[in-house]
């Protein structure tokens, strides 16, 4: 039924639930998995009001220090799906000044996902609060199906139960 399907990560519990579930669903239906990881250069710059000046070396500095981290996050999520021998193909997306999650939706339709499989909530903190989560906004704006995944919180005396 699926033949790709394109999984968003940030390296965040709910991420690594739906990458679970991408990949047993990949191997599954055979499909091949696009695993995806956005540097949004935005998040850098963001508390800067114009007043104060900040050295493009030290915001160059960050905005490598989150693509290293999104390389390390891929590299992770590729070994998972080597280890299910799933295929897969690991995008690494600079974005600035565009939502996430219209990179994620745009990246979609580049790769010809049926799919897009990720979880209800990532490493966004306080922002989801201004300008709403991105995996709502994929919802939204995807032209295919959208499977969000929970991560059941622990509670006492049970263990999480892994989706």
């Given at each position: 039924m699926f033949q790709r399907i394109l999984v968003p990560i940030d390296g965040?519990?709910?991420?690594?639930?739906?990458l679970r579930q991408a990949?047993?669903?990949?191997?599954?239906?055979?499909?091949?998995?696009?695993?995806?990881?956005v540097v949004d250069e935005l998040i850098v710059t963001q508390g800067?009001?114009?007043t104060a000046f900040v050295a493009q070396?030290?915001?160059?500095?960050v905005i490598n220090a989150l693509?290293?981290?999104g390389k390390s996050l891929l590299g992770k999520a590729a070994e998972a799906a080597k280890r299910r021998s799933v295929k897969y193909e690991t995008l690494l997306v600079d974005t600035f000044g565009h939502a996430v999650a219209d990179v994620?939706?745009?990246?979609?339709?580049?790769?010809?996902?049926?799919?897009?499989?990720?979880g209800t909530h990532g490493r966004r903190g306080i922002t989801r609060l201004v300008m709403g989560s991105d995996a709502e906004g994929v919802v939204r704006s995807a032209r295919v199906p959208v499977m969000l995944v929970r991560l059941h919180k622990v509670s006492r005396g049970t263990r999480a139960k892994k989706s």
């Open positions: 965040s519990p709910t991420s690594a639930a739906g990949i047993a669903l990949a191997q599954d239906q055979g499909a091949t998995l696009y695993l995806l990881h800067f009001d114009g070396s030290a915001i160059d500095a693509r290293k981290q994620i939706a745009e990246q979609a339709r580049k790769r010809r996902a049926g799919l897009i499989v990720m």
